[in-house]
Nanobody, 126 residues
Framework: QVQLVESGGGSVQAGGSLRLSCAAS????????MGWFRQAPGKEREGVVA???????RYADFVTGRFTISKDNAKNTLFLQMNSLKAEDTAMYYC????????????????????WGQGTQVTVSS
């Protein structure tokens, strides 16, 4: 059973940085995608960035170089480094995972991911 646990959220001033973590267990697939999604109050959940098991990444256009996804395979942990945070980045951030076929590109469509964490809140004040 796949379990994902996010941490690292908090409150920060605009322009600041946060690093989110997602500890994964049970993700024993040889090929997979892991992604970060977010949902702001009153808005639909949107994909931020995803990374494949081979390290290939896919970023949403609005990230514009401010966020960086990475993973520590030895520790089964996914990270999201967020810099130059803006008030509009305020949201609940979720980690998600899906088993894939080798070479398959990751998607930023939340319906594609069956495994989800509980989320971690990020609040950016202007």
């Amino acid at each position: 059973q796949v379990q994902l646990v996010e941490s690292g959220g908090g409150s920060v001033q605009a322009g600041g940085s946060l690093r989110l973590s997602c500890a994964a267990s049970g993700l024993t697939y040889s090929s997979y995608c892991m992604g970060w999604f977010r949902q702001a109050p009153g808005k639909e959940r949107e994909g931020v960035v995803a990374i494949a098991s081979d390290g290939t990444t896919r970023y949403a256009d609005f990230v514009t170089g401010r966020f960086t996804i990475s993973k520590d395979n030895a520790k089964n942990t996914l990270f999201l480094q967020m810099n130059s945070l803006k008030a509009e980045d305020t949201a609940m951030y979720y980690c998600a995972a899906v088993a894939t076929l080798r070479g398959m590109a990751c998607r930023l469509n939340d319906a594609w991911y069956p495994y989800w964490g509980q989320g971690t809140q990020v609040t950016v004040s202007s």
